[in-house]
């Protein structure tokens, strides 16, 4: 059967690009809008080596009301969304606040407004386990409350969730599939995508790789004394491949009507907690290098511990993060190497 087509909002970021190739290996013609604020249009070479497809691709931001206009008209057969498309720094949040309230929300608004004149059957809601703050009890369900955002970056999701949700209870003509990421970490094992960070990386494995490659001097390990088993931090790291599958199945959920429900919410993550170290030292033990580290303080805001309960995913999508983090750490450093490699970083 040929399979409808699909927008991808931030199609060339991160774990967009991840999603656009594993919906192009089931078949789905894929359109992808990005402002290449945070991505390049490279990627989509990357994704086209992988697949043999080039994506069609639009370059306009989703907050442009005309031009998001304009790429309906040209492709009036888009029929399901993934909506990845957001400024997604914390820090810089705290410092430009309206930008991200304008960029992240009015994005969604757009789509929203659009998919309803349009007939497209369904959204897909890049969320995050941001949601749940510093969580009472570990591993975290899909029920267990939401706590306070503590930055407009996170606010931008919960408020999101909460559109999403009041747009499709007033009636709203399509469904919604809302993903609450964990950690997402790794890259394509082609290494022919993966992540790229701007400037310093505040995220734990580009920092980690930078480091390992000699780009960074040392990698600071925020706190050793937490209330953990080992001292450190833990997440629960999913591995990009896998999360991006899980968008084909939502997409294909909600294009297939195989739900009588509007909206549903699911936590994609592994179910297994990792601390840092655990994480340097899968690292280490995957790929033969060693990462130079000091311990340094904690940093500010940071979650104690955080992983999924990822079984309403598993058992209703019949999903699985199954990746090992070797393999994981592997991919991310065959990446690290492939920017060396091109003279990129
Ligand atoms: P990313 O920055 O790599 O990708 C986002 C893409 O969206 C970029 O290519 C950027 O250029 C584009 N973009 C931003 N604003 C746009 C606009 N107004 N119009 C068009 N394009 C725009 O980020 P990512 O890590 O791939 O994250 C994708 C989504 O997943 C985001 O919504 C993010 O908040 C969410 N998320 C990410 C993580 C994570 O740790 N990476 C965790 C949870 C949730
Ligand atoms: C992971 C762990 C750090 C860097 C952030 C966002 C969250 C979500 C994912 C989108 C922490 C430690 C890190 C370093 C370190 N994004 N660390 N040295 O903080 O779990 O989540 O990204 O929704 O909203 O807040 O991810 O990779 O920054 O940190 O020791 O140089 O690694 O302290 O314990 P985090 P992270």
Same mark, same amino acid.
């Given at each position: 059967?040929? =399979?409808?087509? +699909?927008?991808?909002?931030?199609?060339?970021?991160? +774990?967009?690009?991840?999603?656009?190739?594993?919906?192009?290996?089931?078949?789905?013609?894929?359109?992808? !809008?990005?402002?290449?604020?945070?991505?390049?249009?490279?990627?989509?070479?990357?994704?086209?080596?992988?697949?043999? +497809?080039?994506?069609?691709?639009?370059?306009?931001?989703?907050?442009?009301?005309?031009?998001?206009?304009?790429?309906?008209?040209?492709?009036?057969?888009?029929?399901?969304?993934?909506?990845?498309?957001?400024?997604?720094?914390?820090?810089?949040?705290?410092?430009?606040?309206?930008?991200?309230?304008?960029?992240?929300?009015?994005?969604?608004?757009?789509?929203?407004?659009?998919?309803?004149?349009?007939?497209? =059957?369904?959204?897909?809601?890049?969320?995050?386990?941001?949601?749940?703050?510093?969580?009472?009890?570990?591993?975290?369900?899909?029920?267990?409350?939401? =706590?306070?955002?503590?930055?407009?970056?996170?606010?931008?999701?919960?408020?999101?969730?909460?559109? +999403?949700?009041?747009?499709?209870?007033?009636?709203?003509?399509?469904?919604?599939?809302?993903?609450?990421?964990?950690?997402?970490?790794?890259?394509?094992?082609?290494?022919?995508?993966?992540?790229?960070?701007?400037? !310093?990386?505040?995220?734990?494995?580009?920092?980690?790789?930078?480091?390992?490659?000699?780009? #960074?001097?040392?990698?600071?390990?925020?706190?050793?004394?937490?209330?953990?088993?080992?001292?450190?931090?833990?997440?629960?790291?999913?591995? !990009?491949?896998?999360?991006?599958?899980?968008?084909?199945?939502?997409?294909?959920?909600?294009?297939?009507?195989?739900?009588?429900?509007?909206?549903?919410?699911?936590?994609?993550?592994?179910?297994?907690?990792?601390?840092?170290?655990?994480?340097?030292?899968?690292?280490? #033990?995957?790929?033969?290098?060693?990462?130079?580290?000091?311990?340094?303080?904690?940093?500010?805001?940071?979650?104690?511990?955080?992983?999924?309960?990822?079984?309403?995913?598993?058992?209703?999508?019949?999903?699985?993060?199954?990746?090992?983090?070797?393999?994981?750490?592997?991919?991310?450093?065959?990446?690290?190497?492939?920017?060396?490699?091109?003279?990129?970083?």
């Amino acid at each position: 059967m040929k =399979k409808e087509m +699909i927008l991808v909002t931030g199609g060339t970021g991160y +774990i967009g690009s991840h999603t656009v190739v594993e919906l192009q290996k089931a078949g789905y013609p894929v359109v992808i !809008v990005d402002n290449l604020s945070n991505s390049n249009e490279e990627v989509l070479d990357g994704i086209t080596n992988i697949t043999g +497809i080039k994506p069609e691709f639009v370059k306009a931001d989703c907050t442009d009301m005309e031009a998001m206009k304009a790429l309906f008209a040209k492709y009036p057969g888009i029929k399901g969304i993934i909506n990845f498309a957001a400024s997604k720094a914390v820090g810089e949040s705290m410092q430009k606040p309206l930008l991200y309230y304008r960029n992240n929300l009015d994005t969604l608004m757009n789509l929203l407004d659009l998919m309803a004149v349009h007939e497209v =059957k369904g959204i897909v809601f890049s969320s995050s386990c941001t949601v749940y703050g510093e969580p009472d009890e570990n591993p975290v369900t899909e029920r267990s409350p939401i =706590k306070k955002a503590t930055s407009p970056y996170g606010n931008t999701k919960q408020i999101s969730e909460e559109i +999403i949700t009041d747009v499709i209870n007033a009636g709203a003509p399509f469904k919604s599939i809302i993903l609450r990421y964990f950690n997402p970490v790794g890259a394509h094992p082609s290494a022919e995508i993966g992540e790229l960070p701007n400037g !310093v990386p505040q995220n734990l494995i580009p920092y980690l790789t930078q480091t390992a490659i000699g780009i #960074r001097k040392e990698l600071s390990v925020f706190g050793d004394d937490y209330d953990t088993r080992d001292g450190y931090c833990i997440r629960d790291f999913i591995d !990009v491949v896998d999360l991006a599958r899980a968008h084909v199945i939502a997409v294909e959920r909600m294009l297939e009507d195989k739900s009588d429900a509007k909206i549903e919410i699911f936590n994609l993550g592994t179910g297994n907690g990792l601390s840092v170290m655990e994480l340097i030292e899968a690292f280490e #033990r995957a790929t033969g290098v060693k990462v130079p580290y000091k311990i340094a303080p904690r940093r500010a805001g940071d979650i104690e511990q955080v992983w999924a309960d990822p079984s309403y995913a598993n058992d209703v999508l019949g999903w699985t993060a199954d990746t090992p983090i070797d393999d994981t750490m592997r991919a991310a450093w065959a990446w690290q190497c492939r920017l060396r490699d091109r003279g990129i970083m």
